[in-house]
């Protein structure tokens, strides 16, 4: 299990890279292809569900639940910008408390190497989240 979680960044680098191209070609659904494909639940599923259900369902990948809830969160955080970007500020705003849900649930879990990268980005997406709720 150790080896899968310390290819989180790797898949998370490849994943963000995939994005990023689907960004420019300004193709959304390519996320929705993305989050099944990597984590195997439908994008609609997920921003539909409580990050409690979410978790639940992640849970049915046994030893990889982790680094799917990371690579989910990676997704939601992209899909939040991109909806920020059509002004979908709600949708934004769901999308990150889901990831930051996500990152909460799983940041103890992971290599010292990935809490360095995503201890900031939960702090940044908290920090947001308290921002807005004011």
Same mark, same amino acid.
């Given at each position: 299990?150790?080896?899968?979680?310390?290819?989180?960044?790797?898949?998370?680098?490849?994943?963000?890279?995939?994005?990023?191209?689907?960004?420019?070609?300004?193709?959304?659904?390519?996320?929705?292809?993305?989050?099944?494909?990597?984590?195997?639940l439908?994008?609609?599923?997920?921003?539909?569900?409580?990050?409690?259900?979410?978790?639940?369902?992640?849970?049915?990948?046994?030893?990889?639940?982790?680094?799917?809830?990371?690579?989910? *969160?990676?997704?939601?955080?992209?899909?939040?910008?991109?909806s920020?970007?059509?002004?979908?500020?709600?949708?934004?705003?769901?999308?990150?408390?889901?990831?930051?849900?996500?990152?909460?649930?799983?940041?103890?879990?992971?290599?010292?190497?990935?809490? *360095?990268i995503?201890?900031?980005?939960?702090?940044?997406?908290?920090?947001?989240?308290?921002?807005?709720?004011?």
């Open positions: 299990m150790a080896d899968y979680i310390l290819t989180i960044v790797e898949q998370v680098g490849l994943m963000l890279a995939e994005l990023a191209r689907l960004k420019s070609g300004e193709k959304p659904a390519g996320i929705s292809v993305l989050c099944l494909r990597e984590t195997g439908p994008l609609d599923v997920v921003k539909h569900s409580s990050p409690e259900t979410i978790l639940q369902l992640l849970k049915t990948g046994g030893g990889t639940q982790y680094a799917r809830a990371v690579l989910l *969160a990676e997704l939601l955080m992209q899909d939040a910008d991109l920020d970007a059509a002004g979908k500020k709600r949708e934004a705003i769901i999308g990150r408390a889901q990831a930051a849900a996500l990152l909460e649930h799983s940041i103890d879990q992971l290599s010292p190497e990935e809490q *360095a995503y201890r900031p980005k939960l702090e940044a997406l908290t920090s947001d989240l308290e921002r807005i709720s004011r």
